[in-house]
């Protein structure tokens, strides 16, 4: 049974490390398993199905938040960091509140997953990056296989909202601190 544990700790949830937890999402998976065999005295007929019920919300809430916790969109990025930033101090200083920015709680063993990306999608960041990185992955497919022709133009507007995001980083990074 060990070595089944640790080749499940190796193969499950080989997801994009962008929220560095892959494997300890692994970690945590053949914790539960081996917590469940336990339980029902290695029988794998009802271990399974619980083990199911009980991890795959797990690894479902890894692969959104690996994919739609950061935007694609550099001036999208940089406005989530400012008001996660902001969040984060009306947090600290008004806990019963505010809540906390959900990309802060992960990690944390008092949180499950699935818990953050509740919290994510409440306070809309899930949704508005996977339509904004959908839309950004479907565009560059586009023009990868041809199917339009040019590159987008960059306008003075794009050139003057990286500048202000830039400033913008720089002011939530010094907030934050």
Do not use: W
């Amino acid at each position: 049974m060990d070595l089944l544990i640790n080749i499940i700790s190796f193969i499950l949830v080989p997801i994009n490390c962008s929220i560095g937890m892959g494997m300890n999402t692994a970690l945590r998976d053949a914790q539960k398993f081996n917590e469940l065999l336990d339980k029902f005295d290695d029988d794998l007929e009802k271990v399974l199905p619980q083990y199911s019920t009980d991890r795959v919300p797990e690894g479902n809430a890894l692969s959104d938040l690996a994919l739609h916790t950061y935007c694609f969109d550099s001036s999208v990025s940089v406005k989530t960091l400012i008001k996660g930033a902001i969040r984060t101090k009306l947090h600290k200083m008004f806990p019963s509140f505010i809540q906390d920015q959900a990309g802060n709680l992960i990690g944390r063993v008092e949180y499950t997953l699935a818990e953050i990306y509740q919290m994510a999608m409440e306070q809309g960041i899930i949704s508005k990056h996977r339509e904004i990185n959908n839309r950004i992955r479907q565009d560059f497919f586009e023009r990868q296989t041809g199917m339009i022709k040019g590159n987008p133009k960059s306008t003075p507007l794009m050139k003057y909202a990286m500048i202000v995001g830039l400033i913008a980083s720089g002011i939530a990074l010094f907030i934050n601190k």
